[in-house]
């Protein structure tokens, strides 16, 4: 599986768990640390906790381990680092405050469409 497959593996798996708002975003022309920013909402501190624990061991099922995890889901915001893919996992609140969809904005979105109903 190359990184563009797992970002959308990530992002496929993150909408089975009821995320919102999934962003994956191309960064390899502008950073030099990883290929893919994915992206996103969770509605609750306990759904992003849920979310980053089933997160990392289904990644590990595809053989990829977490390198580094931050954060704790009290902050709002979890910062996983699978490598060449960083994976941000924010309550709304944080995701307006820290805005990396804006920041990152000059970069190309992969094409990602939600299976889950609203």
């Not at 920013?37 to 501190?45: H, N, Q, W």
């Not at 099922?61 to 889901?73: A, F, P, R, S, Y």
Request: aromatic share 10%; with cysteine.
């Amino acid at each position: 599986m190359d990184n563009r497959e797992l970002a959308l593996f990530i992002a496929d798996f993150l909408d089975g768990r009821k995320a919102d708002d999934i962003a994956i975003i191309d960064i390899a022309e502008k950073s030099g640390f990883a290929d893919y920013f994915v992206i996103c909402t969770a509605g609750s501190i306990r759904q992003l906790q849920a979310m980053s624990a089933d997160l990392e061991d289904k990644v590990a099922e595809k053989g990829t381990l977490v390198h580094h995890v931050e954060g704790k889901g009290e902050s709002g915001w979890i910062l996983m680092d699978f490598g060449d893919i960083i994976v941000n996992l924010f309550t709304s609140e944080q995701r307006d405050h820290y805005n990396i969809d804006k920041i990152w904005g000059d970069c190309v979105k992969l094409d990602f469409e939600p299976k889950k109903e609203k």
